[in-house]
């Protein structure tokens, strides 16, 4: 058989938690190219409902998608979808964990702002890791269990760069700017971002003999839209000399989810551009 052809997923079911985000979207893109059935989980359903039209005039209003709202933290929302899932389709394929409160570089975010580690609040580390930890560890329980039923299926955690290493404070740094006053990648990135290839280890192991694959990809940071100065001092620091663009990861998606990478369990895959090695 023809080697490309272990790229499709036919009629594959495929959750995406944090799906109508910029990176979920491009997820849900890898799925249809391999003739996959995406399903975006989010919490907002403004933000599901802009990325189903997106992808429906992408791909043609007959293409199979389906959207959610839930709050993957409460085990019982992901039931919920997972009974609808059942009932329609018969079986769910894969997991990809992607939902995260993710500290933007631009600053909006509640999480990247001037909170020095001392300061950082118990309440904000707790809905971080919440939304980007418990969150990966509820939809593994509820669809991993499902997968392993079935006696086939592929979960992919979504870590970082920053999940390899920890964050170089110095890029966010700004002139002028007292210590107290500096944006700072919070602590709770990489704890979560670590912790997902922790989780990534155990479910490889645990769901091995049940034909249950889990990896993790550790992708680099993505254009998009960042200032100049941020963009120098980070290009400085990767190989490659720059950011991702927001397609370039699309393909590794679907080879981690397909029959592609079948003897690919418990693996950290990196695409940073090289960031890594220094």
Request: hydrophobic share 40%; aromatic share 8%.
């Amino acid at each position: 058989m023809n080697c490309v052809n272990n790229f499709l997923i036919h009629d594959s079911v495929v959750i995406i938690t944090g799906g109508a985000g910029l990176f979920g979207k491009r997820h849900a893109e890898a799925v249809l190219d391999g003739k996959g059935i995406p399903v975006l989980v989010d919490i907002s359903e403004k933000a599901i409902n802009t990325a189903l039209e997106g992808l429906r005039a992408l791909y043609g209003n007959e293409s199979h998608l389906e959207g959610f709202v839930a709050d993957i933290t409460k085990r019982e929302e992901a039931e919920r979808v997972r009974d609808w899932l059942l009932e329609k389709y018969g079986h769910i394929d894969v997991l990809i964990n992607n939902a995260a409160n993710n500290p933007k570089v631009e600053g909006y975010a509640a999480n990247m702002k001037a909170i020095q580690f001392e300061n950082f609040p118990l309440k904000m580390w707790q809905e971080d890791i919440a939304v980007g930890l418990t969150g990966a560890f509820v939809c593994a329980q509820v669809f991993g269990d499902v997968m392993a039923k079935q006696g086939h299926g592929v979960i992919l955690n979504i870590s970082s760069d920053l999940g390899i290493i920890a964050p170089d404070q110095r890029i966010y740094r700004r002139e002028g700017l007292r210590d107290e006053e500096q944006t700072v990648k919070p602590v709770t990135y990489s704890v979560i971002k670590h912790g997902l290839i922790g989780l990534t280890k155990y479910l490889a192991t645990y769901y091995a003999e049940k034909g249950v694959r889990a990896n993790a990809l550790c992708p680099g940071g993505i254009y998009n839209g960042q200032n100049e100065e941020f963009l120098e001092k980070l290009t400085n620091l990767i190989p490659m000399g720059r950011m991702a663009d927001v397609e370039e990861y699309k393909s590794t998606i679907l080879y981690l989810i397909s029959d592609a990478s079948s003897y690919m369990t418990g693996s950290t895959v990196i695409v940073d551009g090289g960031r890594t090695c220094w």
